[in-house]
């Protein structure tokens, strides 16, 4: 199946459907191929001149030239926004990265015998290195289903996970991206206080968390004992380790966590 004969319509064109279609687009989808409807129809206009994508005026025209639909709107819109649009969806197949609306939720909405499959992607789909969640649960059938394959796994790197886990799963991989950042910016801010310039302190930040991030992925050693292979006995690391512990480094994470999953 080849990316380039898959059609797709986004139902919501902010970030996320935005950060989805610019993925789709370096991995070899061409643009002519995605639709887009938004609320807000010059900003629609806008978003997809920037792609050469193509703006449709509702869900109906978006969904009737695609094979898949991405409904990305706020969770909460969902409803209002898909209700009077059913039918039609009935005849594709949809994709959700409205956090929290899983394959229960969309069974008992939708019209009967409609496919759907529930995600939450991070931003870096953007650039194909994203993080998607999948729901193992799902009722995407055949040629829908590799298709499906086919898009997520151009986006980066797709984990199926227990529909009562994607909240937490989605605290690691989509929240705490943002938790990265700004471990990354306070390493910077570090660096740069002791003299390193801001762009180079950046860089190496980043080039910092991508490696050590490739090195868990490739040797699967615990965290701890790759933590330890880097701490030598009075030395630098240690010490910088035993300064994040003094200032709760640990436990100010696995709050950061929790709160991704308190609702209100």
């Known amino acids: 199946m080849d990316i380039k004969n898959?059609?797709?319509?986004?139902?919501g064109?902010?970030?996320?459907?935005?950060?989805?279609?610019?993925?789709?687009?370096?991995a070899g989808m061409p643009s002519k191929n995605i639709t887009a409807c938004a609320r807000d129809w010059d900003k629609l206009v806008k978003n997809c001149e920037e792609m050469n994508t193509i703006p449709c005026r509702d869900v109906y025209e978006s969904a009737y030239y695609s094979d898949l639909v991405f409904v990305a709107v706020k969770p909460y819109q969902v409803e209002s926004v898909l209700e009077d649009y059913k039918e039609v969806l009935q005849e594709k197949a949809v994709i959700s990265v409205a956090a929290g609306l899983g394959f229960?939720?969309?069974?008992?909405?939708?019209?009967?015998?409609?496919?759907?499959?529930?995600?939450?992607?991070?931003?870096a789909v953007e650039i194909g290195c994203g993080v998607i969640l999948k729901e193992k649960t799902h009722s995407?059938?055949?040629?829908?289903?590799?298709?499906?394959?086919?898009?997520?796994?151009?986006l980066g790197h797709v984990e199926e996970v227990d529909g009562e886990l994607m909240d937490v799963a989605s605290g690691v991989s989509g929240c705490g991206g943002a938790f990265v950042y700004m471990f990354l910016e306070a390493m910077a801010d570090g660096a740069v206080k002791n003299g390193l310039p801001r762009k180079l302190a950046y860089r190496l930040a980043a080039e910092m968390l991508e490696s050590a991030g490739a090195l868990y992925l490739s040797t699967e050693k615990h965290p701890g004992e790759l933590k330890?292979?880097?701490?030598?006995?009075?030395?630098t690391t240690i010490k910088g380790v035993a300064a994040l512990e003094s200032n709760a480094f640990r436990s100010a994470v696995i709050q950061a966590i929790d709160s991704t999953l308190r609702k209100g």
């Open 228 to 235: 330890d292979e880097i701490c030598s006995p009075n030395g």
């Open 140 to 154: 995407l059938q055949g040629e829908i289903l590799e298709k499906s394959d086919v898009l997520l796994k151009s």
């Open 6 to 11: 898959i059609r797709v319509g986004f139902i």
């Open 13 to 26: 064109f902010g970030n996320m459907g935005k950060a989805i279609a610019k993925g789709l687009i370096i």
């Open 104 to 123: 229960d939720w969309y069974e008992e909405f939708l019209d009967e015998g409609t496919q759907h499959l529930s995600i939450i992607p991070n931003t």
